[in-house]
């Protein structure tokens, strides 16, 4: 079994930028494609963007071009979030894609305030 510890989430202003990170251990190898979601208050949990090995990679219309995944090494994965809109509130998590192989982590809060 993999563990996923997301962080690097915040408060921060519209337009602002912050960088989650997605810590993978043991089986990290479970992860691929590694993945990140999110879920806003009362919504349900949606897709935001995948990373494949080899480096190509997809993203949810609602942040292309703002959102940039990478993935260091098979044990951290990064989300660059940039021009952050209040619409973007929400807890992400990173996991596989689909994400029917590794538990969730915690996920890490990350509130755009206007």
């Known amino acids: 079994q993999a563990y996923l510890v997301e962080s690097g989430g915040g408060l921060v202003q519209a337009g602002e930028s912050l960088r989650l990170s997605c810590a993978v251990s043991?089986?990290?190898?479970?992860?691929?494609?590694m993945a990140w979601y999110r879920q806003a208050p009362g919504g349900q949990r949606e897709w935001v963007a995948t990373i494949i090995r080899g480096g190509g990679t997809s993203y949810a219309d609602s942040v292309k071009g703002r959102f940039t995944i990478s993935r260091e090494n098979m044990n951290m994965g990064y989300l660059q979030m940039n021009s952050l809109k209040p619409e973007d509130t929400a807890v992400y998590y990173c996991n596989s894609k689909p994400p029917d192989r590794v538990d969730w982590g915690q996920g890490t809060q990350v509130t755009v305030s206007s």
């Open positions: 043991r089986r990290a190898s479970m992860l691929e494609p």
